[in-house]
């Protein structure tokens, strides 16, 4: 790892996090505050994907957590097999209990990091990337993450993401965390948004909306789709 990259979490260190984090993030309904327009984002993902793929018959959740963008997909899709991919055993195990109960199609927890596992080629028709991605750090990481989704989807297959991102241009870029940071002040004052702050700063490394367009058309997907865009969130996808 670059030098760049050396204050911020191990693997591990998010893995031992998210294990204590459970239920935090089994709430379908509410999302998570400090995210903004999570369960807008949530439905323009899965009806984007129902509409593209509506004869979809696999599913693949990488970073799935409590199982929350798998949960919302099966409302439309209801028969999908699903594969469900986490760095954290309790959090699978929750995705799992909940995720049983509502597809008749088979159900696969596999604890890995998206970047050690191997996927099968051409062989999901979605794929679901929710609040993930941004854990990913070195530019090399990136791209061989996506090149590997690129080749696990089927031909015509969808990618869809929903993510914290940074500005391509620094200047944008401060003026849009500082907004922010507003947000995150009004909703539980100074203490709490230099919680949240922190907290990125130590564990994510997002990535500019317009770097991730571009490298999924660099690894090869044909369209790309922007959903939706509030500060420092974005949905958006791509088709193979």
């Known amino acids: 790892m670059s030098n760049h990259y050396l204050h911020k979490s191990t693997t591990e260190e998010i893995r031992e996090r998210f294990d204590h984090d459970v239920e935090r993030f089994s709430k379908l309904e509410t999302g998570q505050v400090s995210t903004l327009d999570a369960t807008l984002s949530l ?17 693949l959740d990488i970073g799935c957590g409590a199982g ?15 594969t469900l991919i986490d760095l954290s055993k309790p959090m699978l ?9 509502e597809t008749d199609g088979e159900v696969i927890v596999v604890q890995s990091d998206i970047r050690d596992i191997n996927l099968s080629n051409e062989n999901y028709d979605i794929i679901l990337a929710g609040a993930v991605l941004h854990h990913l750090r070195e530019d090399s990481d990136w791209e061989f993450v ?11 297959g969808s990618f869809w993401i929903s993510d914290l991102i940074v500005q391509h241009n620094l200047l944008i870029n401060d003026y849009i965390w500082k907004k922010y940071g507003d947000y995150l002040e009004s909703l539980d004052g100074a203490v709490y948004k230099q919680k949240v702050l922190d907290y990125i700063e ?7 909306l317009n770097f991730q367009l571009d ?3 660099k690894v090869g997907f044909k369209e790309v789709e922007i959903l ?6 974005a949905a958006f996808g791509a088709i193979k």
């Open 93 to 101: 195990d929750k995705a799992f209990e909940r995720i049983a109960h």
């Open 215 to 217: 490298l999924l058309k």
């Open 146 to 156: 996506f090149s590997k989704l690129y080749k696990a989807l089927k031909p015509g």
């Open 43 to 59: 439905e323009l993902i899965t009806e984007s994907a129902k509409r593209i793929n509506p004869s979809a018959t696999q599913l």
């Open 68 to 82: 929350n963008y798998t949960l919302k997909m099966l409302t439309k899709l209801p028969h999908l097999n699903c």
């Open 202 to 208: 130590k564990e994510d490394s997002p990535r500019s």
């Open 228 to 233: 939706h865009k509030n500060s420092c969130f």
